[in-house]
């Protein structure tokens, strides 16, 4: 039931930064949110180049590299935006209408695949899920051994998400490292729910490294816990078919 919730809730979500999508990016204000915290009044104008350019209520036009915007204003961008335009797109394929061509392999592998249609949107969604192949123990309260699971979240053709989730414990919202086979260690920042639940978060910019997990056979997580520090999690990731 852990699992279901964690996804669950990711779900709620997504569903939930598509519908502003629609509403409130395209030629209305709104408050835009730094990685850092920072905010800022202001209209969306394009996208260009990885970088979104947007107007002040006082007429004064700024841009913005996307990796410096928060995740959630991220995904409202992508989500909103075609990725070779500079135009707004008001399709419905751009707000993920348009289902992926996806079959759930019949390949033998440690990967879990879910395809979820929204029923007001029909919007198709695809989740590939993976358990760590070990557990850590923590003490009391969340002693008996604690695993963690990864999620892969395919939502338009130019998004891709992905979350943590721990089963037992409470995870500090930190920067939390990654390393592929022998290739060098990565650190991504991450943050937690807006409902303020500590067993799962989502990992900001992993888009940028699918085609390693793709080619990778072994990959280790390392997150950070409350009153336990930081452990590791090792996956077994090979035979992972993601063809977006």
């Known amino acids: 039931m852990k699992w279901i919730s964690c ?49 002040t209520r006082q007429g004064e036009e700024i841009h913005i590299k996307l990796d410096k915007l928060s995740v959630e ?3 409202l961008v ?22 992926p061509v996806f079959t759930i392999p019949s390949t033998p592998s440690k990967w879990d695949y ?26 009391f309260p969340y002693e008996g051994g604690s695993r963690l699971s990864f999620n892969l979240l395919h939502l338009s053709k130019n998004l891709d998400t992905a979350y943590i989730c721990i089963d037992n414990g409470q995870f500090v919202p930190d920067s939390v490292i990654i390393r592929f086979d022998d290739a060098p260690a990565i650190i991504l920042q991450s943050s937690p729910p807006s409902d303020g639940s500590t067993d799962q978060l989502s ?30 999690f090792t996956f077994d990731v090979s035979g992972l078919e993601w063809p977006f």
């Not at 569903?15 to 209209?43: F, L, N, V």
């Not at 929204?118 to 557990?135: K, L, Y």
């Open 7 to 55: 996804f669950l809730f990711f779900f709620v979500v997504i569903a939930q930064s598509y519908a502003e999508s629609a509403s409130d990016i395209i030629g209305k204000p709104r408050y835009w949110t730094s990685k850092s915290g920072q905010k800022i009044a202001a209209k969306f104008v394009s996208f260009e180049q990885d970088e979104v350019f947007l107007k």
């Open 73 to 75: 204003d991220q995904q």
């Open 78 to 99: 992508r989500s909103t935006c075609s990725p070779d335009t500079s135009s707004v797109e008001t399709s419905e394929s751009s707000l993920g209408n348009t289902a």
């Open 114 to 139: 879910h395809v979820t249609t929204n029923e007001m949107s029909d919007a198709v969604w695809v989740r590939a899920s993976i358990n760590s192949e070990n557990t850590v123990n923590f003490q």
């Open 203 to 232: 990992l900001s910019d992993f888009e940028r490294h699918i085609p390693e997990l793709r080619n990778a056979s072994v990959m280790k997580i390392q997150p950070t816990f409350y009153s336990e520090g930081s452990r590791i």
